[in-house]
């Protein structure tokens, strides 16, 4: 029953013109689908992008940081290890 209306079909623009149909319905299909995964991923890849650039000004935050800390052991004026000041 199901298949009647596709032999009917056949029979009227010819069963090239139907298979180019069946061709175009799947193609559509699998573009559509491509496009979301290309947004997706797109969309995936900016949070990335947010996420390393936070990253980035955490891991300068924490050198300067360090910077300072290897000043103040150089100069004498803390110690880090006996948590008090030496002058």
């Excluded at 992008?49 to 891991?59: C, D, P, R, S, W």
Aim: with cysteine; hydrophobic share 40%; net charge neutral.
């Amino acid at each position: 029953m199901e298949f009647q209306f596709f032999i009917e079909l056949a029979k009227y623009i010819g069963f090239p013109a139907l298979l180019f149909v069946v061709f175009y319905i799947y193609h559509r299909s699998q573009t559509e689908i491509l496009l979301k995964t290309i947004k997706n991923m797109e969309e995936r890849e900016q949070k990335l992008n947010e996420y390393l650039a936070n990253q980035t000004e955490i891991l300068q935050w924490i050198s300067s940081c360090l910077s300072r800390m290897e000043y103040k052991i150089d100069i004498g004026m803390h110690c880090p290890i006996r948590k008090e000041n030496l002058r």
